[in-house]
């Protein structure tokens, strides 16, 4: 069956240090995949678009990976901020399925001071 | 820009009411979505439309619920009928179809 699956466990790490979330997925054949990041009774917001023939994408302190052997996209966030604090999705795009995203469950980042 | 506008960000529909909920795209986006998140659940697509056209409605339940997308005005969403599982938060995202797409604040519908 299909899946997409990211750490279900809260992540809790020290301001100032890297945070590392994983997304994995099986059955499917993304176009590209997009982390999205999520505060409590908001929208998601858009933050990094990778395709599959992207190895690796950064904006500022955000770095994705994305390896298609694997089935895996890695999302990091360098010096981290207890601003940064909210959950992260993950979401594929099928081939030919008009662009629309597949989500996972998104995993809660925490980040102490 | 105002980004998607979505309303009204609250909705509260006794059981057999039926709720509208209405989504503005991003100016210059021609492409919206309706996703559905329930308490504790990941976003579920529901239906995919363009101006006039719904492109990938794989994701609606097939009783109850339709969407438009009208060439003047919002893309709507209407749910007939309404019951208890229907509450949820609801949200439309817009795209130009070549990045990330942009969500609205969503709809929180509760059924009573």
């Known amino acids: 069956s299909q899946k997409i699956e990211q750490n279900s466990e809260a992540l809790n790490i020290q301001e100032g240090k890297t945070a590392t979330l994983t997304c994995n997925y099986t059955?499917?054949?993304?176009?590209?995949l997009q982390w999205y990041r999520q505060d409590p009774g908001r929208g998601p917001v858009f933050l990094l678009l990778?395709?599959?023939?992207?190895k690796e994408k950064r904006k500022e302190r955000l770095k994705v990976t994305f390896d298609t052997t694997l089935k895996q996209s890695l999302f990091h966030i360098t010096a981290s901020q207890p601003a940064d604090s909210a959950t992260y999705l993950c979401?594929?795009?099928?081939?030919?399925?008009?662009?629309?995203?597949?989500f996972g469950q998104g995993t809660e980042l925490s980040v102490k001071p | 820009n105002a980004g998607v506008m979505q309303n009204p960000r609250h909705l509260v529909r006794r059981r057999g009411q039926e709720a509208r909920l209405r989504c503005s795209p991003m100016?210059?986006?021609?492409?919206v979505y309706w996703y559905r998140q329930l308490p504790e659940e990941g976003l579920k697509f529901m239906v995919y439309?363009?101006?006039?056209?719904?492109?990938?409605e794989s994701g609606m339940p097939k009783e109850r619920f339709s969407a438009e997308f009208p060439k003047e005005g919002p893309s709507i969403l209407r749910i007939q009928q309404v019951v208890r599982g229907d509450s949820a938060a609801y949200f439309c995202?817009?795209?130009?179809?070549?990045?990330?797409?942009?969500f609205g604040s969503g709809t929180r519908l509760t059924v009573v």
């Open positions: 995202a817009s795209s130009s179809g070549d990045d990330g797409y942009t």
């Open positions: 059955n499917y054949s993304p176009a590209y």
């Open positions: 990778i395709r599959e023939n992207e």
């Open positions: 979401a594929l795009s099928p081939y030919n399925q008009g662009g629309k995203l597949i």
């Open positions: 100016k210059g986006h021609s492409h």
């Open positions: 439309l363009q101006k006039e056209n719904i492109i990938d």
